[in-house]
């Protein structure tokens, strides 16, 4: 398993889907459900395979996922990738929060497949996750992979943690950033890429 993954306590065995059924099922139980009734009966298993898929990101290898899609080119401009999608998990709740990723990076000889960077967020956000540790996650593996001029990753989110629960504020938005190599040591460039995607920001 590559270190891309940076995570020391890297989940890679397929969860047990019978063992998790039985803890929804006692879940449902002690929430005082019934759950032999008709629409709870397989909701344990769902619940389980859920699960699995919306934590596939601990059993990903992120050199698998580049498939070797790091090309030596010229190019030496940002790159822009925004409006990237992403779902995840808050560790502290277990409930789902999501919005946008904004990456770019400024090439050194060395530039990677467009999907890749997508695909990038979904290892990392199919995990549990907090929004800070997600954003430096996705600009470290594109830092150590591309040895790029620099690399910007920046993160918009609701938490439904935030929104349905506790302070329950209904339009509350995190942002995070992390910035790396030429980003971090420029405003210029910082600001000519906050720039970019300035319109897409709530
Ligand atoms: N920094 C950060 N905090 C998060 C993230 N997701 C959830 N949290 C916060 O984690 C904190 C956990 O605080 P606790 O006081 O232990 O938990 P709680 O009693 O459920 O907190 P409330 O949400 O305020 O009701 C809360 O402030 C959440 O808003 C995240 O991605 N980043
Ligand atoms: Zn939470």
């Not at 890297?10 to 969860?15: E, N, Q, S």
């Amino acid at each position: 398993m590559a270190d891309g993954n940076r995570d020391e306590k890297l989940v890679i065995t397929k969860p047990d889907i019978e063992k998790i059924s039985g803890l929804i099922k006692e879940l449902l139980i002690e929430l005082g459900e019934d759950p032999n009734r008709e629409g709870l009966k397989k909701t344990p298993v769902r619940v389980a395979k859920a699960f699995e898929y919306l934590t596939k990101g601990y059993r990903e290898d992120i050199e698998k996922v580049l498939n070797g899609a790091i090309f030596t080119e010229k190019y030496n401009e940002m790159v822009i990738v925004k409006n990237i999608d992403f779902f995840s998990l808050c560790e502290h709740h277990l409930l789902p929060f999501y919005g946008k990723v904004h990456i770019a990076y400024i090439p050194n000889g060395k530039i990677v497949g467009l999907s890749k960077i997508p695909r990038i967020v979904e290892v990392f956000s199919r995990r549990l996750q907090v929004q800070e540790r997600l954003t430096q996650q996705i600009a470290d593996v594109l830092n150590e992979y591309l040895n790029p001029k620099g690399v910007a990753v920046v993160i918009e989110a609701r938490h439904l943690c935030m929104i349905m629960r506790g302070v329950e504020k209904q339009n509350s938005v995190a942002t995070t950033s992390a910035m790396h190599g030429i980003f971090a040591e420029d405003v210029k460039t910082r600001n000519e890429f906050m720039h970019l995607i300035s319109q897409d920001l709530t």
